[in-house]
């Protein structure tokens, strides 16, 4: 998932800066008034589509499958829509989106967009996921290119002279030490994903999944059993990958260039991927940039998570709880810190043990964080209960599907560190708590989270939960 973070920010982040003053008060206020109300539904939809645009370029491998309607019928839609939206990066911006789902095969989904901002930031992005390689068919492919020139980016790196002797995203870093530019940020990931032959993919190779109203009614995949020979869905991953970030500021100029390989192993356990009620899942990945072509320097990183569910009865008031833990953490190998304080053989800032933004501590910038190891820990409580206004407007229905709602307070706690010792990875911990809205949209899962830390509150928007990304 090499950079990812900080990519899809660029789209739906929202600075504490902008959170802070009265006409930002007013649009994320308005955004969630709005979203109850009939007058709101264009608003509402313009932002599920930004989501959207999103998703498909973070979503693990827990794919090759095919949802069913109640007639037991494989679903396919397609996206083809207009759209406006705001944001930091983009200012006022319009786009337009086009995708399929169930096409050209049945598991399969094609998504294409093209967006340009009012401060002179444009993007294109084309994607493709679940594409099944003919002749193999445990064999699975995620194309993905994107191409965008983005204003007024913030980075944690070093370079800004007000912060000479301090490194930028250490955990004790100051959070004005950032230097910000424009530039090309371009990415290019192709991720091969080979469906292991025991578990649930011993004969089910295309999942099937029967959901109603939101839920799914029968087709679980995982969550029975502690034993991956028998339950859950194995993923063997090869992902090259290539990301050239550009900064060009009055403090720095900057290319950032990185290309390599992702190895990872993937065990889902979890019932149902989109909104799991039961189950838990694992992953570990091995990251390396050998310094080959044009690379701004060889480096490797490992990482490894968990994610574990538990199904809470509250009440004839709650249609689902949900108990959702997660701890994920990662170490450089390569990292080296030289007598003058340079770092070699480094992850960029973007990728490695990088904490901040829509995923991991949703309370700071993205990115905020960034050193040779990190660790991170969640708790979410995931409660949909029986009450959907949506369902009084028809009209809005048509265009949006909103089967549920989902309420989470959640807590988040982590740190970066020089190293990787318990003891200091679990001293002077970060910490944010939050409260975020979820709803089944479209037949997806699309959060609006609000988070507090010690930097302030931030507003995070993006399609899907927020673990195993």
């Known amino acids: ?69 109640p007639q037991g019928q494989a679903i396919e839609s397609t996206l083809d829509l207009p759209y406006a939206f705001y944001n930091e990066n983009f200012g006022f ?3 337009y989106v086009y995708g399929v789902v169930g096409r050209p095969q049945k598991q399969a989904t094609l998504l294409a967009t093209a967006i340009a901002g009012s401060k002179g930031s444009v993007m294109g992005f084309l994607m493709g996921r679940d594409l099944q390689v003919p002749r193999f068919e445990r064999l699975f492919v995620d194309p993905v290119i994107s191409l965008g020139y983005f204003k007024d980016n913030d980075a944690y790196i070093n370079g800004n002279p007000d912060f000479p002797d301090q490194r930028a995203g250490s ?12 530039g090309w940020d371009n990415l290019f990931r192709l991720n091969f994903k080979y469906l292991l032959p025991f578990g649930n993919g011993a004969d ?20 029975d059993s502690w034993n991956p020979f028998l339950s859950g869905r194995s993923y063997l991953e090869l992902t090259p990958f290539y990301r050239w970030q550009q900064i060009r500021g009055d ?21 149902f991927y989109a909104n799991p009620s039961k189950g838990f899942s694992l992953s570990g990945v091995f990251s390396r940039d050998f310094g080959w072509l044009d690379s701004s320097g060889s480096w490797t990183n490992v990482s490894a998570e968990a994610d574990f ?4 009865h509250l009440g004839d008031w709650l249609r689902q709880g949900v108990l959702a833990l997660d701890c994920w953490t990662s170490y450089s190998p390569s990292w080296d810190e030289q007598p003058d304080g340079a770092i070699e053989n480094r992850p960029p800032a973007y990728t490695g043990s990088t904490l901040g933004g829509i995923w991991r501590m949703r309370g700071y910038p993205v990115q905020r964080f960034n050193d040779k190891a990190a660790v991170y820990y969640a708790a979410e409580l995931r409660l949909i209960p029986q009450w959907n206004p949506f369902e009084r407007w028809t009209w809005l229905q048509q ?39 979820r709803a089944w949209a479209m037949g997806l899962v699309a959060r609006i989270d609000s988070a507090y830390s010690e930097e302030g509150i931030r507003i995070q928007m993006m399609i899907s939960q927020p673990f195993q990304f």
């Open 93 to 95: 911006a319009v786009g």
């Open 1 to 69: 998932m090499t950079g990812y973070n900080g990519f899809a920010s660029k789209l739906l982040q929202v600075p504490p800066q902008v959170i802070h003053s009265p006409l930002m008060k007013i649009r994320v206020w308005r955004f969630l008034g709005c979203a109850l109300k009939q007058k709101g539904a264009i608003l509402l939809l313009q932002g599920l589509v930004i989501l959207v645009l999103t998703a498909f370029t973070t979503s693990p491998s827990f794919g090759q499958a095919v949802r069913l309607d």
């Open 309 to 312: 569910y538990v199904p809470l």
């Open 251 to 271: 403090d720095l100029d900057s290319d950032i260039k990185t290309n390599g390989l992702d190895l990872s192993l993937f065990w889902d356990n979890r019932d």
């Open 204 to 223: 089910d190779i295309l999942a099937s999944y029967a959901v109603k109203e939101g839920f799914l009614e029968s087709g679980a995949t995982g969550g």
């Open 399 to 437: 265009h949006v599907g909103i089967q549920w709602l989902q309420f989470v307070p959640f807590v988040e706690a982590g740190r970066v560190a020089p190293g990787w010792q318990l003891k200091e990875l679990h001293s002077d911990l970060k910490w944010d708590v939050g409260f975020g809205i």
């Open 171 to 182: 955990n004790d870093s100051d959070q004005d030490n950032f230097v910000q530019g424009d």
